[in-house]
């Protein structure tokens, strides 16, 4: 059930105050009676509603089990789905250190003292990441998935592509979200699933999927929200003022689970490996498949397995 919370103002990271900070959110389950609260971080342009773009991890009779535990997801700063905020500045930057901050005074405001389970993939894997460095005493458990603790330049110049389009008017929506497409997947998923007839000219089927997915996305989202969450994944840095990634990141104190996707070239295994390399209590795995980057959402079989094998409680 969607909920919200006045929470007060917050001071950015870059020092802009911003003023009466309302949160929207999700809980699942009852947060007085859980054996566990569960936190999830959710990515670019998903939800707090986070049982509607994940249906076969949380449920009566699924992995995250609302009769056992609580669930909580929070829309995130910037987004369109219902966290509001007041400042003067029109487009203020706000970073992934700023969204973990306020998901930091929700917690309070609900009276959480301990996340058991911390988790998310791409722009939720570098809040969940993030928290685990600035509160790593409140988070117990850690799972990131297709994430990394410093943006890419790969990652920023695909992401300055899609600004690019946003900036040429009404339909540039769809354009950075066809942009977006293709590092989302890859070679092989567009192979497998946008086939054509031998004789086809035109009117390709790949064609017409980066365009349908485009229009799709401008029925749901905003351009504003979507150049800002662009700029605030691109700010995810867990080493910017303290010292170096490898110190920033062995100060998660966690059990943690990192997995990787074979298939991911927005956010290469390599990323997730480093993250565990660098951590003192982290395990890293990957699975295999054909979704690219979005096998984070899509794999649910294969990353429940794994949830299994590393966190006894689930």
Not at 123 to 142: A, T, V, Y
Not at 156 to 162: G, H, K, S, T, V
Request: hydrophobic share 40%.
């Amino acid at each position: 059930m969607l909920e919200y919370l006045e929470i007060g103002d917050l001071v950015l990271e870059n020092g802009t105050l911003i003023r009466n900070v309302r949160i929207a959110y999700n809980v699942y389950g009852n947060i007085d009676n859980a054996e566990k609260i569960i936190w999830i971080c959710h990515a670019l342009t998903a939800n707090s509603d986070a049982e509607t773009w994940w249906p076969e991890m949380i449920g009566k009779d699924e992995i995250f089990n609302t009769d056992k535990h609580a669930i909580i997801c929070a829309n995130v700063l910037g987004s369109c789905y219902g966290t509001t905020f007041e400042c003067e500045e029109e487009k203020p930057l706000i970073t992934v250190r700023d969204m973990v901050s306020a998901h930091q005074k929700l917690a309070d405001s609900l009276k959480i003292s301990s996340i058991d389970f911390l988790l998310g993939g791409s722009l939720g894997g570098m809040q969940c990441l993030e928290w685990s460095i600035i509160n790593p005493d409140f988070i117990k458990n850690l799972f990131v998935i297709a994430t990394n603790c410093k943006h890419s330049s790969w990652g920023i110049a695909f992401n300055e592509a899609q600004r690019m389009a946003l900036e040429l008017g009404e339909k540039g929506l769809d354009a950075a979200r066809a942009i977006a497409m293709l590092s989302y997947r890859n070679y092989k998923t567009y192979e497998y699933s946008q086939v054509d007839d031998i004789n086809a000219a035109d009117d390709f089927s790949a064609a017409s999927y980066q365009r349908y997915q485009g229009e799709k996305l401008r029925k749901r989202f905003t351009p504003s929200a979507y150049y800002s969450l662009s700029k605030s994944m691109d700010s995810n840095n867990v080493g910017r003022n303290r010292g170096s990634l490898e110190k920033a990141l062995s100060k998660i104190t966690a059990k943690t689970l990192v997995i990787g996707i074979d298939s991911d070239i927005l956010f290469p295994v390599n990323e997730q490996q480093y993250i565990a390399k660098n951590m003192e209590n982290a395990v890293y795995e990957q699975i295999k498949s054909k979704y690219g980057h979005d096998g984070f959402l899509l794999e649910t079989d294969k990353i429940k397995t794994l949830l299994k094998k590393h966190f006894d409680f689930l």
